[in-house]
């Protein structure tokens, strides 16, 4: 089945130590995304990507970066993960097509703890 | 900016009880609409979506109307499971920006069925 696929599901760092968390997909899907969920909160978008083109939102900090080597990869850097840093990661993808809308897949997530 | 107010949680109902979770928005042009469940520990699936004024989403046996007049995109179940226990979003689609499209979410609301 094509699928959005996050790894790893559980990743325990230590505050100050870099941390990559890896999303794939197998949608062909030229958009990526990446989301911060903190408990009991909503998803909150932190950039995505259109093909290779990088897209931040303005309140991203710059602790946060991303890369995408190729359509099936993306990946979310975290600097130095501090104890706010602890959240649900979340990978989408979806399709934009000429003036119309498209749904986001979802990845399982991934959640992030900082001792 | 647009955005989405859904009916504060939490929800508590018992098994084979109706379901209504409220979710209003605000937006400048046409957006779609989308509900996703989370079950606990796990990322977003989508439930159901609508792309335009008077289309009705059904999905599991949830359904939701896009109401453009009152702007307003309600979720229903006739019956609940203990099954569908979970956080439910509501979410609209921006226009394109950059090149891709954004969702936004409201804040979820908690359903839990008791048997």
């Known amino acids: 089945d094509a699928m959005v696929i996050q790894n790893p599901r559980y990743q325990v760092t230590q505050f100050g130590k870099p941390v990559t968390l890896s999303c794939s997909q197998t949608?062909?899907?030229?958009?990526m995304y990446w989301y911060q969920q903190k408990s009991s909160q909503a998803p909150k978008l932190l950039f995505h990507?259109?093909?290779?083109?990088?897209?931040n939102e303005a309140d991203t900090p710059d602790n946060f970066q991303s890369r995408r080597p190729n359509t099936s990869f993306c990946f979310l850097d975290i600097r130095s993960p501090g104890l706010g840093d602890a959240a649900m990661y979340l990978c989408?993808?979806?399709?934009?097509?000429?003036?119309?809308?498209?749904?986001?897949?979802f990845g399982p997530g991934t959640r992030l703890t900082v001792l | 900016g647009d955005s989405v107010t859904q009916m504060e949680g939490p929800v508590t109902l018992s098994e084979e009880a109706f379901l209504t979770i409220n979710c209003t928005y605000t937006?400048?042009?046409?957006?779609?609409l989308f509900w996703y469940v989370q079950y606990p520990g796990e990322g977003l699936q989508l439930l159901l979506k609508?792309?335009?004024?008077?289309d009705k989403g059904s999905n599991k046996g949830f359904e939701a109307t896009y109401r453009k007049e009152t702007t307003s995109f309600h979720l229903e179940k006739g019956s609940v499971q203990v099954s569908d226990s979970a956080v439910y979003f509501c979410?609209?689609?921006?226009?394109?920006?950059?090149?891709?499209?954004?969702?936004?979410f409201g804040k979820g609301t908690k359903l839990t069925v008791n048997p």
């Open positions: 989408a993808t979806s399709r934009l097509l000429p003036g119309g809308t498209d749904t986001q897949y």
């Open positions: 949608l062909n899907h030229n958009v």
């Open positions: 990507y259109y093909d290779k083109d990088f897209n």
């Open positions: 937006a400048t042009g046409y957006p779609s």
């Open positions: 609508a792309t335009k004024a008077d």
């Open positions: 979410a609209l689609s921006e226009g394109p920006q950059g090149g891709s499209e954004k969702l936004v």
